[in-house]
Nanobody, 122 residues
Framework: VQLQASGGGLVQAGDSLRLSCAAS????????TGWFRQAPGKEREFVAV????????YYAGSVKGRFTISRDNAKNTVYLQMNSLKPEDTAVYYC????????????????WGQGTEVTVSS
């Protein structure tokens, strides 16, 4: 599976962005898809994950209520709608897939995209 993340940019605190993760290759719809982020000098951290069907989602506490993960398997794309952005959301955002269930552990994911940068100014 090849993954391409896009949609990042420079925004102000309180603004919104929608990230996209487009997949090609193997059957994307059979994979759970997660979003992770990595800020400068910090470890990669979990943001959100969605099951292959879209029926189950799980969020990090720091983004719950502000971010929404969704997917369109017909378009082989997973989205991350980010609202009420804060400066602490500044990071490079990565999407990743795994063939088993939901997980917040980066090491358990099979394929990764290249990342898209999000910068939130105060």
């Amino acid at each position: 599976v090849q993954l391409q993340a896009s949609g990042g940019g420079l925004v102000q605190a309180g603004d919104s962005l929608r990230l996209s993760c487009a997949a090609s290759g193997r059957t994307f719809s059979s994979y759970a898809t997660g979003w992770f982020r990595q800020a400068p000098g910090k470890e990669r951290e979990f943001v959100a994950v969605i099951s292959w069907s879209g029926g189950n989602t799980y969020y990090a506490g720091s983004v719950k209520g502000r971010f929404t993960i969704s997917r369109d398997n017909a378009k082989n794309t997973v989205y991350l709608q980010m609202n009420s952005l804060k400066p602490e959301d500044t990071a490079v955002y990565y999407c990743a897939v795994r063939s088993k269930g939901l997980s917040s552990t980066p090491a358990l994911y099979d394929y990764w995209g290249q990342g898209t940068e999000v910068t939130v100014s105060s």
